[in-house]
């Protein structure tokens, strides 16, 4: 399943007083559930710019896996991989560092991304 991203904000003291005070007044059960909810109020609120970005630059949207037989199979059509995704993308850790260099052309990843630290050294610059 997908996991979850940690991510740390910085905010006055002032905001997260009022953010404790919708807790407890009980409109929140803590905060992490108001900032989630408030982060999903501005997606929301912006749906129509991201489905035109993600129109745009041609991003999957959601889970997408690469394992090294796909890889595999590009190699053989001489095709390489451009790879956008907004969400979760992972790459199986039987691909080799030398598979992920002789497929894989650029990764755009808008998101969670899984990859061995040794295939990720390999693609260096051509992540995003």
Do not use: W
């Not at 790459?91 to 990859?115: C, H, M, Q, W, Y």
Request: hydrophobic share 45%; proline share 2%; charged share 25%.
């Amino acid at each position: 399943m997908v996991e979850t991203e940690k991510v740390t904000i910085n905010m006055s003291a002032v905001d997260l007083g009022k953010v404790d005070l919708l807790v407890q007044e009980a409109l929140y059960s803590n905060r992490s559930d108001f900032i989630r909810t408030a982060i999903r109020n501005l997606l929301d609120k912006h749906y129509v710019e991201l489905q035109q970005a993600i129109v745009r630059q041609a991003f999957v949207v959601g889970v997408q896996v690469y394992t090294a037989k796909q890889l595999e199979q590009c190699k053989a059509r001489k095709e390489r991989l451009n790879i956008t995704v907004v969400g979760y993308l992972s790459f199986a850790r039987d691909i080799t560092p030398e598979l992920a260099d002789e497929v894989i052309e650029s990764v755009n990843i808008k998101g969670i991304l899984d990859i061995s630290p040794a295939v990720k050294a390999v693609l260096g610059e051509r992540l995003s």
